[in-house]
């Protein structure tokens, strides 16, 4: 069974930033394409960002582009969104997810273990 825990999230004032990690258990963390995700209050659940199994492959979704990166490290089987330059708009839980594609997706239904989420509030 693989666990996803993140944390790293809180309240920031808009421009500032945030590094969220995502602690995955198991030893298959590396053959797994990983994604970020976020849902704010009545809205659905959007993509954020995915990374390749080994980070040298990204993709952002236009909102966020230029602002946050997403990578990796495989050895401490942890995934990391850092967020810069932060709006209140980004207000949200963020939820970081194990890909069951060999390719990009954006769809989370294609997503098979998620995190309990970390909640990331900017202030205007």
């Known amino acids: 069974q693989v666990q996803l825990v993140e944390s790293g999230g809180g309240l920031v004032q808009a421009g500032g930033s945030l590094r969220l990690s995502c602690a995955a258990s198991g030893r298959t963390f590396s053959d797994y394409r990983m994604g970020w995700f976020r849902q704010a209050p009545g809205k659905e659940r959007e993509f954020v960002a995915e990374?390749?199994?080994?980070?040298?492959?990204?993709y952002y979704a236009d909102s966020v582009k230029g602002r946050f990166t997403i990578s990796r490290d495989n050895a401490k089987n942890t995934l990391y969104l850092q967020m810069n330059s932060l709006k209140p708009e980004d207000t949200a839980v963020y939820y970081c997810a194990r890909s069951t594609r060999r390719y990009v997706t954006l769809n989370s239904n294609e997503y098979d273990f998620w995190g309990q989420g970390t909640q990331v509030t900017v202030s205007s």
């Open positions: 990374i390749s199994w080994s980070g040298g492959s990204t």
